[in-house]
């Protein structure tokens, strides 16, 4: 198997600064994945640390069910209800289109979020909960991490650095969801539905950028063995 690593992008925002400036101590991840690899939950794919929840996950954006609403109930969405912390680079894309943004955004530290949501997240006329960074790269025919912050981009996926060269891949999980500050996986409509497509089909085009091409269909090798 060829191997894969981190793209530059990815690569300089994993080992850039935390967003708030923060330097006090982290997520144990180390201790996550010691317990994960003593359980046999973690195999290497192309040089990749994977956590095989990653393999059983089923994924797929579920707009109508995120959409805050009345009655919309325990659901909650990664446009809506997680805070995304903005660093130095992710800033300073954001402040170059400014002028397009939604009013009310305020780009320092961390997305705005009035009423509980994300101020770059609008509700179309369906009635869907759709990001303005998204469609806005769209319209531009740009690649979406020139404007939409990575954090964004890569939910529910998760990338951890532990230097030398290693990094491992995981998602938000009943094992990892307390420490990103994330609900956990049954609140989200995109991960609590086994009849969504497995993640790594889902997710091929962000995870082949992440990685490198081919490192979705690896993944799906591995999760078909």
């Known amino acids: 198997m060829k191997p894969f690593t981190p793209n530059h992008r990815l690569r300089r925002w994993l080992g850039g600064e935390p967003p708030s400036g923060d330097q006090s101590q982290g997520p144990d991840w180390d201790g996550w994945l010691l317990r994960r690899m003593s359980l046999g939950e973690i ?15 089923r994924f797929a954006c579920v707009a109508e069910r995120c959409a805050p609403r009345s ?10 209800d997680v ?12 402040s ?26 609008q ?30 981009r890569l939910f529910p996926l998760i990338v951890v650095d532990f230097g030398e060269g290693r990094c491992a891949l995981t998602l938000v999980s009943k094992t990892t969801h307390r420490l990103v500050g994330a609900f956990p996986p049954p609140r989200y409509p995109c991960l609590s539905d086994d009849r969504l497509p497995p993640l ?24 078909k063995a």
Do not use: M
Not at 112 to 117: E, F, M, T, Y
Not at 129 to 148: F, K, N, P, T
């Open 96 to 121: 170059r289109v400014r002028r397009e943004l939604p009013q009310g955004w305020e780009g320092e530290g961390c997305l705005a979020r009035p009423s509980g949501r994300c101020a770059l997240s």
């Open 200 to 223: 790594p089909e889902a997710l091929k085009g962000d995870l082949d950028w992440a990685f490198g091409k081919g490192f979705a269909r690896a993944l799906d090798r591995v999760r």
């Open 43 to 57: 195999v290497t794919v192309g040089g990749v640390l994977v956590d095989r929840a990653v393999l059983r996950q």
């Open 123 to 152: 509700i179309d006329r369906a009635g869907q909960i759709r990001c303005v960074l998204h469609c806005l790269a769209r319209e531009r025919g740009v690649d979406r991490s020139e404007i939409q912050p990575l954090s964004c």
């Open 83 to 94: 805070e995304v912390a903005l660093d130095a680079s992710e800033h300073r894309r954001l």
């Open 71 to 80: 009655g919309r109930g325990p659901w909650r969405s990664c446009c809506a």
